[in-house]
């Protein structure tokens, strides 16, 4: 199944843009990339998908590199609420999510 | 759009006894549920892979036997933990899969099952 790498934790100031990124480069044509994030004791929250373009909605942007190897999350402006942990999937072409350990997003006040 | 539900969204129960999760589209059909297991610190475990009408897909190391999963209908579906044991304690979380996203392939995820067997 096609495997993604995303860093840890990261830390962003409140009311800055966090760019969160994710290595794929086990991609195949087909896969979907997407991105949910999970607060504690909650389920994940779909975040946006993409497939080759970039994308925008109300929540967040995804920029998608141009080889599709790697593509990056943003938030534009990083609020307190968005303090969670952010998970880079893709739809492996048999309809099972592999979940990676995700980024741990800290929002500093 | 595109809301699941999960009942209960937390249990306690003794152990020996089972314990059913419902895991449902609100405002949606779903071809295909999953259900997830995660334990404190971890990440989502991939435990079944559920189609309405047909038998349940269990991944590796997953007892099928503990872990009934009934998918009765186009938005509801039930995991049973029978006999649960202390190590069966976690959260559960189910998703689905609706039918106009079968290309992109996108899933919702309900709220969780807490699940602590005594």
């Known amino acids: 199944d096609a495997k993604t790498t995303q860093p840890n934790s990261m830390e962003s100031n409140e009311e800055e843009p966090v760019h969160l990124p994710c290595n794929h480069s086990t991609i195949s044509g087909t896969d979907y990339i997407h991105w949910y994030r999970q607060l504690p004791s909650q389920g994940p929250e779909y975040v946006i998908h993409g497939l080759t373009s970039n994308v925008n909605n109300r929540m967040a942007s995804l920029a998608i590199a141009e080889d599709r190897k790697s593509s990056t999350l943003i938030l534009h402006r990083a609020t307190l609420r968005d303090a969670a942990v952010y998970y880079c999937?893709?739809?492996?072409?048999?309809?099972?999510?592999?979940f990676g350990t995700g980024t741990r997003l800290k929002v500093l006040a | 759009g595109a809301v699941v539900s999960q009942h209960p969204s937390w249990v306690i129960c003794k152990s020996g006894t089972s314990v059913k999760i419902e895991c449902r589209s609100l405002d949606f059909q779903a071809t295909t549920m999953f259900w997830y297991r995660q334990f404190p610190k971890q990440s989502l475990m991939l435990m079944a892979t559920s189609n309405e009408g047909s038998k349940a897909t269990y991944e590796q190391g997953v007892e099928k036997d503990k872990f009934l999963i009934n998918h009765a209908s186009l938005t509801l579906s039930t995991l049973t933990v029978t006999s649960a044991h202390p190590e069966d304690s976690s959260f559960y979380i189910c998703s689905a899969r609706r039918v106009a996203d079968t290309l992109a392939d996108t899933q919702y995820f309900g709220p969780g099952t807490r699940l602590t067997v005594l």
């Open positions: 999937i893709l739809s492996a072409g048999t309809y099972k999510y592999i």
